[in-house]
């Protein structure tokens, strides 16, 4: 088993910054990609960026490009996404998933998640 922990999230105003943490633990050798995914009320959980365990390759949502950025530290097991000039519109919970590659969009390939994180945004 892999067990995530995401933390970093809050409240910020628009045009600030976020750096959310996704700590993992466990068996940390079987981890492929940690995905970032996001999830509004209402609204169905979208992928955000990926990025490979072994080799930092990463992906991202077209809207996200140049405001997100998703790197690791491998030996703290720990992957970040930094969220700058954030908006409104990214105000969601942020989870962490281990996934089986880190271009996969689709929740449905990803196997452990975080508890997610909370980030708001003000207008």
């Known amino acids: 088993q892999v067990q995530l922990v995401e933390s970093g999230g809050g409240l910020v105003q628009t045009g600030g910054s976020l750096r959310l943490s996704c700590a993992a633990s466990?068996?940390?050798?079987?981890?492929?990609?940690i995905n970032w995914f996001r999830q509004a009320p209402g609204k169905e959980r979208e992928f955000v960026a990926g990025?490979?365990?072994?080799?930092?390759?990463?992906y991202y949502v077209d809207s996200m490009k140049g405001r997100f950025t998703i790197s690791r530290d491998n030996a703290k097991n720990t992957v970040y996404l930094q969220m700058n000039s954030l908006k409104p519109e990214d105000t969601a919970v942020y989870y962490c998933?281990?996934?089986?590659?880190?271009?996969?969009?689709?929740?449905?390939?990803?196997?452990?998640w975080g508890q997610g994180t909370q980030v708001t945004v003000s207008s």
């Open positions: 466990g068996r940390t050798f079987s981890i492929y990609a």
């Open positions: 998933a281990r996934c089986s590659a880190y271009y996969n969009t689709n929740p449905a390939f990803c196997t452990y």
């Open positions: 990025i490979s365990w072994s080799d930092g390759n990463s």
